[in-house]
């Protein structure tokens, strides 16, 4: 039919002015040379003006990274990473001298988080969100540090948290993703830069939203950010995440590491919003998104909820997990992945049931277009002491047009009897009936496609902070658009 | 209103219409009655525009312009509203939500500002009490497990938030028991206007027991073959479509 056509010439239409985050701040940077060796190592550690224990720590993952495979087991397929030809470290010259405050902050720096949507000096003023804002490889701004202090909570860089409460960070980093987990994490465990540091006291309630916004800018330059939230006893905090990227022609890294950790009665809320740049409609270009996020609920009656809405890279690769050791602890999973063009995401969570009466819930909704292809993978599985545990696992594959794929990779592994996994999936398309029905009452293809899918996400879409919650619902729109066939 | 000229359309190549032709002025309510298989879901969906539905002669003018040159919703934003025979099910989007979007796109249509979702639920609102809509149908998911008679009545809550020029209602007294089927008809009746043209598409008479027509026309193979006053509604119920059938072969 001549809509096909129609399509095609549409995608390519806002393939080219889809993104809206592809631009470059033109700024003067200090790198380490290219490539990955021993010397760049110790080059990132003393620009962070690491503690020997830092660097050692780095120099063993380092060794450990050259003698592991590259993993292999994904759907995904890409050509092999030349380690070489990267950047691992790059900063704009004008953070050399850390800025004590905002004004002291490069205006470049601030004008580009403003063209983001996230004007640091206004969002200091009205109150809400504290931010830690990443680019490339340094944290150039944390708002309302002071604010949190007041209750006792640390949200800092990670490479000030090192110098700060290096106690903390040396009983937590690596507790939860050790660098032997796998390639992606041993890596980042080397060369991680910056990310954020979270520490929540005994009883406190965060009172804002901690939010971090990763930015790579650099041509050629990996991201490794690291970061670590720790709610102490009976705390609470929300984290909210966004990333963007600009539009390049060549593929760029980013493999960071989340972890958490929440003590009996503590909770932690962890929001994402991956829109790093995804290539163009040929696969050309986009972030290769290689995450490892897990946390741990080590103390009774803890949760940890991730929400994830994933819709750039152009390969994502990212299972954010829940060890559930306390007693009675809750892991929870709500994911929106969006693949459009050439993506391919391979993505899930993975639940892992060790104390008793733990429950779990996972619901994931993808959806598929273009040429794209996205893969669910789940693991879900009961230890031998885990009486009790639950799992709820509801998994929907949304598909539009014919040239997509959705395939869904569930394991369930129960060393208890009593413990009851339930699983649900469907496959479903988006129906001529729908659009046609939506058209009729006036609104159009692009908004009758957003307008379905939003509905299909609504379960995971409600998960989300409001200020996030807006912000997704028209990304998922943006992602689609085109997507009509 | 609509005048629709030697209209023939195809689906999948096989032609349906053969040559239909029919006027409508504003302020007009016409029946179109046939038995199954005549093309009168055919030509609703050829009116609203509907893909795979293929005009290959014939012309229909709408408002003096020719509607065949406009996408399905640009003839929505023309006032042009169909109530669907089978209406669909849009899971996880509130039915607020739609008529929301709904109403700004046609309002964007017309050149009207569009309005917040507090002055859409005010206008929605005033609407189901108008119709005796329960308020409870707004939240739920667009016809998601909605009753056969909830789901027509969500059209015609539709229609009476669009505001629309000319209705059609494709088989809207199909699946309603009688009950159902007086709620629809009052709240189609309570739309009639001098600036409205209405078109009734249906296979029994008992809906036009309800909403009274100006004008009854009997499709049958593709065209009209005749046309006449409500009498005739009431003389096909009594010798059913048999003679209109053999007439046409």
């Not at chain 1, 470290?89 to 800025?99: E, F, I, L, R, V």
């Not at chain 1, 890596?187 to 005994?202: C, E, H, M, Q, Y």
């Not at chain 2, 009854?216 to 006449?228: D, E, F, N, T």
């Amino acid at each position: 039919m001549a809509a096909t056509l129609e399509t095609a010439q549409q995608v390519q239409e806002y393939a080219d002015d889809g993104y809206k985050y592809g631009f470059v701040t033109d700024i003067e940077t200090e790198s380490a040379p290219k490539g990955l060796n021993e010397d760049i190592i110790r080059f990132i550690s003393a620009k962070k003006k690491e503690p020997e224990w830092m660097l050692e720590s780095r120099l063993k993952a380092y060794r450990h990274w050259l003698t592991m495979p590259e993993p292999e087991w994904q759907k995904p397929e890409f050509p092999a990473i030349n380690y070489q030809d990267s950047y691992y470290y790059s900063a704009p010259k004008s953070m050399a001298d850390k800025p004590k405050s905002l004004d002291e902050v490069d205006p470049e720096l601030l004008a580009t988080y403003e063209k983001l949507g996230i004007p640091l000096q206004e969002q200091e003023r009205l109150a809400g969100v504290a931010v830690d804002a990443v680019f490339d490889s340094v944290s150039v701004a944390t708002t309302f540090k002071a604010k949190l202090e007041e209750v006792g909570v640390i949200f800092c860089p990670m490479s000030e948290a090192i110098e700060r409460c290096p106690d903390l960070v040396q009983k937590y980093l690596g507790s939860v993703v050790p660098y032997t987990d796998n390639k992606h994490a041993c890596l980042n465990a080397a060369v991680f830069t910056d990310g954020s540091f979270v520490f929540i006291p005994k009883g406190v309630r965060c009172p804002m939203e901690l939010s971090t916004y990763f930015r790579i800018n650099a041509e050629n330059t990996g991201q490794f950010e690291r970061t670590l939230i720790i709610a102490d006893e009976g705390s609470y905090v929300s984290y909210l995440e966004g990333c963007t990227a600009p539009m390049r022609d060549e593929h760029q890294l980013h493999a960071a590491v989340v972890e958490l950790i929440t003590l009996d009665d503590a909770e932690i809320k962890y929001s994402t919003v991956q829109n790093w740049y995804p290539g163009d409609e040929e696969g050309r270009g986009g972030i290769y998104n290689f995450v490892t996020k897990r946390g741990a609920c080590r103390g009774r009656n803890s949760k940890i909820s991730w929400t994830q809405v994933e819709t750039g890279s152009a390969i994502t690769w990212k299972y954010p997990s829940c060890i559930l050791q306390g007693e009675n602890s809750v892991g929870e999973f709500y994911s929106i992945a969006i693949t459009n063009n050439r993506q391919q995401a391979d993505t899930g969570t993975k639940m892992i049931h060790l104390g008793k009466n733990t429950s779990s819930r996972i619901i994931s909704k993808g959806i598929s277009a273009g040429r794209s292809d996205q893969t669910y993978r789940g693991l879900v599985r009961m230890g031998p002491k885990a009486n009790g545990a639950r799992n709820y696992t509801q998994c929907d594959s949304l598909l539009i047009g014919d040239t997509c794929g959705a395939h869904t990779v569930p394991y369930i592994e129960s060393k208890n009897q009593g413990a009851v996994v339930e699983h649900e999936a469907t496959t479903s398309k988006i129906s001529e009936d729908q659009l046609f029905y939506l058209r009729q009452r006036g609104i159009d293809e692009e908004a009758a496609v957003a307008l379905v899918v939003n509905g299909f996400c609504r379960d995971v879409l409600q998960q989300l902070p409001m200020e996030f919650a807006v912000e997704a619902q028209k990304l998922v729109g943006i992602s689609l658009e085109g997507s009509v066939g | 209103m609509l005048e629709i000229k030697n209209l023939h359309a195809a689906v999948d190549g096989t032609e349906i219409l053969k040559g239909l032709s029919l006027e409508i002025n504003a302020g007009e309510t016409h029946a179109i009655m046939g038995p199954n298989g005549s093309g009168k879901s055919t030509l609703s969906y050829v009116l609203a525009g509907r893909d795979g539905y293929k005009v290959t002669k014939g012309e229909i003018l709408y408002k003096g312009q020719n509607l065949l040159d406009l996408s399905p919703e640009e003839r929505a934003g023309e006032g042009v509203f169909l109530a669907f025979q089978y209406p669909v099910e849009i899971p996880g989007v509130a039915n607020t939500i739609f008529l929301k979007e709904a109403l700004n796109a046609v309002r964007r249509h017309r050149g009207e500002e569009e309005l917040d979702a507090m002055a859409v639920l005010k206008v929605v609102r005033e609407k189901t009490k108008e119709l005796g809509i329960s308020e409870d149908m707004l939240k739920r998911a667009v016809n998601v497990g909605f009753s056969g008679g909830e789901k027509k009545r969500n059209e015609v809550l539709q229609m009476a938030v669009l505001n629309p020029s000319l209705a059609i209602l494709d088989e809207t007294d199909s699946g309603l028991d009688i009950d159902a089927l007086k709620i629809v008809a009052d709240g189609v009746n309570a739309l009639r206007a001098p600036d409205r043209a209405t078109l009734v598409i249906t296979h029994y008479q008992r809906l036009l027991d309800h909403i009274v027509p100006d004008k009854v026309h009997v499709l049958a193979k593709g065209r009209i073959q005749r046309s006449g006053g409500k009498a005739l509604a009431l003389e096909l119920e009594k010798n059913g479509y048999a003679e209109f059938a053999e007439a046409a072969a």
